[in-house]
């Protein structure tokens, strides 16, 4: 049953990013129904979940009855290791994607040959929105194989017809070298790594933000605009958001725009978003923070329906400067499974990092470390000095940030002032959490 011709018909609309909502609303209801359909007929997950509840596709009638859908979870995947979510047979898969499997069987993703070209033209929506175009030459410093982030970003920038350099991650010193004899204009990475760039740049005596670098597109983790403005500060940049799920279809899910940077627009024709309360699942209203859930309309290898990503943020229909009409997600602030409770508080690494960043004498490096202390859970957050602080003047400033985490995050911690280039620098995904609370049996 395929449905992919009609369907990539639109994407190649050049209106579709300005389309009016009630418009779009109606193609979304179009595809939805025929998704339902694929996955229900095609995958033994969704027509045993489904009929669990007593809901068929024919059931919905308008966007609002996806209500009465169960979710999709990442166990899901895990439990229909390794291709039982697949909706088409294997032969029609050309490519898998995976997860790092680091806690346990990977999660892993099929795209069809019609499903990368979808890919490819998100990802082109988004780096066109960030200002890239055929004139650039872009650095490609997100990682290459099973993980999505490089090859995404790869093929949509090769789309608008940039120079691509796939330099992947790693070797630091190796990627400034080239960032500066290419005359790289653009660079994706993740932002950790990006800071890590630019602070390995210093080291080395090159000021990047004099050069040709003009523009930067960071995801693959939260970050806060603390560090969106470090980085556009080091580097001479404009930084803009990106956003994507290997599960949904990697990075190109979502993304700012150079005009506004305020919210990512999520591409609507290709995913339909809701927010819900994630301890009763059901759907709160527009601008009310809460975790996103993401139904596919464009994917027929793996269609995923009510995926719950477990990122916590906010959404919001209101018009945009540039004229794009999707919706747009108000920043990722944190995930579910990021969260620590310590003694009863709720503490996001990304709100410790917004304390942190900008504060005098201190560098955007950090990690909290998590232990059990009797019976109780205790937080210690280890921060880098700046270079030229003296020795002496670490309990000092050890004393100031956690004065003001307590008061802004309204959580007690430890603070542990270290010199500079002690914390392990980011090559991709920044660990930013050491849990060392015995492991439950």
């Not at 595809?31 to 095609?42: G, M, P, Q, S």
């Not at 609507?268 to 993401?294: A, M, N, Y």
Request: glycine share 10%; aromatic share 6%; with cysteine.
């Amino acid at each position: 049953m395929d449905h992919t011709p009609s369907l990539l018909s639109h994407m190649h609309e050049p209106a579709i990013e300005t389309m009016p909502r009630e418009r779009l609303a109606a193609l979304q209801l179009e595809k939805l129904k025929r998704t339902l359909r694929h996955a229900y007929e095609n995958v033994s997950h969704y027509r045993k979940s489904f009929d669990a509840i007593g809901v068929r596709p024919d059931d919905l009638n308008s966007l609002d009855d996806l209500v009465r859908f169960p979710f999709t979870v990442k166990n899901d995947l895990r439990d229909n290791y390794p291709f039982g979510m697949f909706a088409v047979p294997r032969e029609q898969v050309v490519r898998v994607h995976a997860s790092s499997g680091t806690t346990g069987k990977p999660t892993v993703v099929g795209y069809t040959r019609d499903d990368l070209e979808t890919w490819t033209s998100v990802m082109a929506r988004c780096i066109r929105a960030a200002g890239v175009g055929p004139e650039d030459v872009v650095h490609n410093a997100y990682g290459y194989g099973l993980f999505t982030g490089g090859l995404g970003f790869h093929y949509g920038a090769e789309r608008l017809g940039c120079t691509v350099t796939p330099v992947s991650g790693g070797n630091t010193e190796r990627q400034i070298m080239l960032l500066k004899d290419f005359g790289a204009t653009v660079l994706f990475s993740t932002p950790s790594y990006a800071l890590n760039i630019a602070e390995t740049a210093l080291r080395m005596g090159i000021d990047l933000g004099k050069g040709p670098l003009r523009v930067g597109m960071f995801g693959a983790e939260p970050w806060s605009e603390g560090l969106r403005r470090a980085l556009d500060e080091r580097l001479g940049i404009i930084s803009c958001d990106m956003y994507g799920l290997s599960e949904i279809i990697g990075p190109g899910v979502a993304s700012e725009c150079a005009e506004g940077r305020n919210g990512l627009h999520g591409w609507e024709d290709c995913f339909l978003f809701e927010v819900i309360d994630p301890d009763t699942g059901e759907r709160v209203p527009e601008g009310r923070s809460g975790e996103l859930v993401i139904t596919t309309l464009a994917k027929w290898a793996q269609p995923m329906i009510r995926y719950r990503t477990r990122d916590i943020t906010r959404i919001t229909t209101e018009p945009c400067i540039c004229g794009r009409t999707h919706l747009r997600i108000l920043r990722v602030t944190g995930r579910n499974d990021d969260m620590l409770i310590i003694r009863g508080i709720n503490v996001y690494p990304s709100q410790i990092e917004a304390v942190l960043l900008g504060r005098p004498n201190i560098q955007p490096h950090y990690q909290l470390v998590v232990q059990r202390e009797g019976s109780l859970d205790a937080l210690t957050v280890e921060v880098e000095a700046t270079a030229g602080v003296h020795v002496d003047d670490y309990p000092r400033l050890a004393k100031d940030v956690q004065h003001t985490i307590k008061s802004m995050v309204g959580v007690s911690c430890r603070v542990i002032v270290l010199s500079p280039g002690e914390l392990p620098r980011s090559e991709g995904k920044a660990v930013r959490v050491r849990d060392l609370r015995p492991k439950e049996r």
